[in-house]
Structures are given as C-alpha cells and as structure tokens.
C-alpha cells in the first residue's frame, strides 16, 4: 500500500467541498482507513433485548471480522473475536445460549468470560492462560450494545454520563425489538453518512419526511436565518408549553458542530403530531418513564455511526455498518417498552415513515456512488444546509492527519 500517496491525498482535500473519487470507491483506501480510523469507531452491536439472559450470545460482523457478543455470570456484555486459540476456527456461527463456547473443530471450549476452559490431549505443560479467546471492546449504554475494534472504552464513559438517563427515561434498556428490517447499500459509508447527516436532500427526496418532520420542512426548503428563527421559537415555546417536564434532555441549538462525538437532543415533531406515524398518532403505548405524548422526538447518537431517534411510543434504532470500500449496511430495528402487549403496537404504521424514508435514501445514495464511479466525478462543495457532512468528512481527515503525527 502506498502510504505516501494516501498521505499526500489527504492533504491536498478541499475543506467545505466533497471529497477525491478514491476515497469513496478504491479498495486500497478503504483498506487503509478500516485499519487506521473504522477500526477506532463504534458501532451500534444490538439492542440489549438480544442478550437476555446469563449465556445468551450472538455472532456480529463487524469491519470484516466476526465478533461472539455474550451476557457473562455476571450480566456484564462482553465481546471476543470469533476465531478459536487453538488454529484459529470460527468458534460459534449461530446465535445461542451457552454455558461455554465450544469450538466445533476439535472442542477446545472457552467460559464466558473468553478464558480457556478445556483442550483435549494437550501437552501438561500447556499454559492455558495465554489461551483466551481475544476480546473486543464493548459496552452496554442505556440498552444499546456499542462495538469496536480498536476504540477506547474510556470515550465510552462521557457517552454513558450523558446519555444514560435520556434512554433510561425513554425505556430503552428494557424495551422490546417489535421490527427489523436490512437496507443494504452499494455505496462506501462516507456516501451513506453524509446522506444520514444532511436534510438538504429531504425535500426533493423524501415527501413522507417532510409531511411529518414540519420543521424540517421548513429548514430544507430555505436556508433563511427567518427559517432558523421560526424553528428556534416554535422550540422554545414547546419547552416552555408542551414538553414533558421531567425529561432529562434540555433543547440543543447547535446539533452539527461535533460531528465526531455523542450527541443527545430533543425537539418537538411538529405540527401537533404525536409521533412519526403518517397522521401523527400513536402506534403503541408509551416508552419508560413518560407520561404524556408531548410530540417530542429525542437523538442520541455516537457520530457517526449509531443513532436512535426516541418518539413517545417508539424507538427507531439504526445500525450502520460499512462492508467494504463500496458496501454499507443498514438495519433498522422498532424498539417498543417491554410491557406493550402485541395488540398494543400497530407495526406497519410505526415503520411506515423511516421504511419508506429509508428505502428511498438507499436508492439516492446509490445513484450517488454511481456518478462518483464516473472519470467525470469531481469534488464539489457543500451547501450551507449540508454543516454535518462537511463537518463528518473534515473531521475524519483530521484525524487521519493526527493519526500519523501521532
Ligand atoms: S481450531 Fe478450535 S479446537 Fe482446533
Ligand atoms: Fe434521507
């Protein structure tokens, strides 16, 4: 891999403007940014709902490697890469309970805890301390199981300390999946997240959005400090009139400055509606700790790659994974409180709008990563309604940058 032209590439980037054709479509890039910048990223793993139990596991790929997600004895998630000590088996393939993992190759078998339990016939001498299986960072936070390969759980902790008591006031460490659903893209992930992070596009693109979203309408249409002006009051007077009282999340005004960090923020839908449903109604009961159906919609999110949009009567969890230089992953999964009974949710109505949302900024996206492949595709800049992307794309090549000087 040439790393000089990487290096030089990085560089030469235009802050404000999208970025050179191979960062979105050559595998020598992707190789080389999965190692150095995914791999320290974290990554919404699974909702805390698919590890119920003491033993209960799954098996998740991530960034090309497969990990074995667990509950230990102690309830505590952990992660291990799935690849046996012994000469390196996948050790699980389907999700499961277990007491043990047990490699299917010669039955070496590992406790919950990824040490080394038993090996048959090996030699006395054989330390089976050295011998567990690697683990992988994780942590549960509010219900929402976050990955990494490389990344520091100590980033992890600000997250927990901000996010904790907004996904516990909406329910989610007990909440229920009620929908799933897999969007996968032909497209590299800058191309996916700069799209999930920019509503320049709602409008041409996304009707159904913009005739619930009401103030995104408005935001999408005109970039007009009067526009800004008339969301911040309409958000103001919500605080003030209908918000519920006791949520932990007070009003944000700058949502796109940090867009490498955890954010939390809640804002009304807008235009009297409840929730995301197509007349604003209720699709199921309420999440946690809530009381009334305010019409608020609550973000938390680690940038980039994990979001949860929290609505009174719904969680809309989303998952993004890149899956090679020109492939990226999408699953949603509808969370819903433990109590609601089946009867109580109307799931087509909650998946209609993020469904149908999703669908169509997969085909968008798609066409774009078509055009970029183009000898014609050049760089162009961003406009005044696309902050997040700009900020996602000059974010990632400062740390790029400071990844080399480190
Ligand atoms: S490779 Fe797992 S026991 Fe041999
Ligand atoms: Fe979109």
Not at 6 to 11: D, F, N, S, T
Not at 158 to 177: C, D, F, K, S
Not at 194 to 207: K, L, T
Not at 222 to 234: G, N, T, V
Request: charged content about 25%; glycine content about 6%.
């Amino acid at each position: 891999m040439d790393l000089s032209m990487i290096r030089e590439a990085i560089a030469r980037q235009r802050p404000g403007w999208s970025l050179e054709q191979m960062f979105y479509i050559d595998p020598v890039y992707y190789q080389f940014e999965q190692r150095s910048w995914l791999a320290r990223q974290w990554y919404t793993l699974a909702h805390a709902s698919e590890l119920p139990d003491v033993g209960s596991f799954i098996v998740r790929d991530l960034l090309g490697e497969s990990l074995i997600v667990v509950r230990d004895s102690e309830r505590i998630v952990r992660a291990y890469y799935n690849v046996c000590r012994h000469r390196g088996s996948r050790v699980c393939t389907v999700d499961g309970r277990a007491g043990a993992f047990v490699c299917p190759y010669h039955s070496w078998s590992y406790r919950l805890d990824g040490s080394l339990r038993s090996a048959p016939a090996m030699s006395p001498d054989t330390d089976f301390k050295e011998l567990g299986l690697h683990p992988a960072p994780v942590r549960e936070v509010g219900g929402v199981i976050l990955g990494s390969l490389r990344g520091n759980p100590q980033d992890i902790d600000a997250v927990e300390v901000a996010a904790e008591a907004m996904l516990q006031y909406h329910g989610i460490p007990g909440a229920r999946i009620a929908a799933r659903r897999s969007y996968p893209t032909r497209a590299n992930w800058k191309l996916v997240m700069e799209n999930f992070m920019e509503c320049y596009h709602c409008y041409p693109a996304h009707p159904e959005y913009c005739s619930t979203m009401k103030h995104v309408e408005v935001l999408a249409r005109k970039a007009s400090p009067e526009a800004a002006e008339s969301y911040e009051r309409e958000m103001e007077r919500w605080f003030r009139e209908d918000a519920d009282p006791d949520s932990p999340v007070a009003p944000r005004k700058s949502t796109y400055t940090d867009a490498m960090k955890q954010h939390t923020s809640r804002a009304p839908i807008g235009g009297s509606r409840q929730t995301q449903s197509q007349d604003g109604k209720p699709v199921a009961t309420l999440m946690g700790r809530q009381r009334k159906f305010d019409g608020g919609m609550g973000v938390f999110s680690v940038r980039p790659f994990a979001f949860l949009a929290l609505l009174n009567d719904h969680a809309v969890m989303f998952q993004f994974l890149p899956a090679g230089p020109e492939q990226t992953d999408v699953h949603i999964s509808w969370l819903v409180d433990q109590a609601a009974k089946p009867a109580d949710v109307d799931v087509e109505r909650m998946v209609w709008l993020w469904d149908v949302t999703t669908v169509q900024d997969k085909a968008i996206v798609e066409l774009n990563a078509q055009g970029i492949r183009s000898c014609a595709y050049q760089p162009g800049p961003y406009s005044l309604l696309e902050p997040g992307p700009a900020a996602l794309i000059q974010g990632y090549l400062r740390e790029l940058e400071a990844g080399w000087a480190a």
